[in-house]
């Protein structure tokens, strides 16, 4: 079955120290990869996707992501934290499987301390 | 500006009572999609649409209905809400991919938190 995983719910890391939030996934083919952030009482905002290419894909607000085949992951980092960065983050993928579909993990809450 | 809206925004309803959510989108996009939130599922979906007048199954669309008879419009319809569909839910519309019938990222509404009784 295809899935997308995101093993930690919460990630804590100092203001100003790197983050890494983690997103594997497990579908067939080829599929597009995307993050998105969602702040208190907001909808999802689009931060970056892969699709092809480069492997290092940079996106909003600093943000960039690092798609690896072999070991099917995606995951977000961020070389310097701010506070303002304290949001729930999704991992999402996008697959063919007759029809386009989209599969989101479970999200992951960066709290990001003072 | 490109924007997804829905509509209300909050909505605490009974058991029963026959709900419309609203979506619309003034972007032109052809593929929409519907989906709830729940805490430590994430978003799953519930009905999408390819175009007008088609429409498909997500993976959680029992108690859904959905129609699309205008490119911009997307309601979602409870006809009888029950309270496992308290949930926070969300639009979202996509542009035109590469290849045929593909989609790309997608843009989401503001969220409708609907609580059943």
Redesign the interface.
């Known amino acids: 079955a295809q899935s997308v995983a995101?093993p930690e719910?919460q990630v804590n890391v100092a203001e100003g120290n790197p983050l890494t939030v983690k997103c594997t996934y497990s579908v067939s083919g080829n599929p597009?990869l995307?993050w998105?952030v969602q702040y208190p009482?907001?909808?999802?905002?689009?931060l970056l996707?892969y699709i092809t290419g480069d492997n290092l894909v940079k996106g909003s607000y600093g943000f960039e992501a690092e798609f690896n085949k072999s070991q099917t992951s995606f995951h977000l980092k961020k070389p310097s934290a701010l506070v303002s960065d304290s949001a729930l983050y999704?991992c999402?993928v996008?697959f063919y499987t007759g029809?386009?579909?989209?599969?989101?993990?479970?999200?992951t809450r960066l709290k990001v301390l003072a | 500006e490109a924007q997804v809206t829905q509509n209300p925004r909050y909505l605490i309803t009974v058991t029963g009572k026959k709900l419309t959510v609203t979506c619309s989108q003034n972007m032109n996009h052809e593929y929409m999609s519907w989906y709830r939130q729940d805490p430590g599922l994430g978003l799953r979906q519930i009905y999408y649409s390819m175009n007008v007048e088609v429409t498909d199954k997500g993976d959680v669309p029992e108690g859904y209905k959905v129609s699309r008879k205008e490119k911009r419009n997307f309601p979602l319809i409870l006809e009888s809400p029950s309270p496992n569909q308290t949930s926070l839910y969300f639009c979202a519309s996509s542009p035109p991919g590469q290849g045929i019938l593909d989609t790309d990222t997608q843009y989401f509404g503001p969220g409708t938190r609907l609580t059943v009784l």
């Open positions: 995101q719910d597009y995307f998105y009482n907001r909808g999802l905002q689009f996707k999704f999402a996008r029809t386009y579909k989209y599969i989101f993990g479970t999200g």
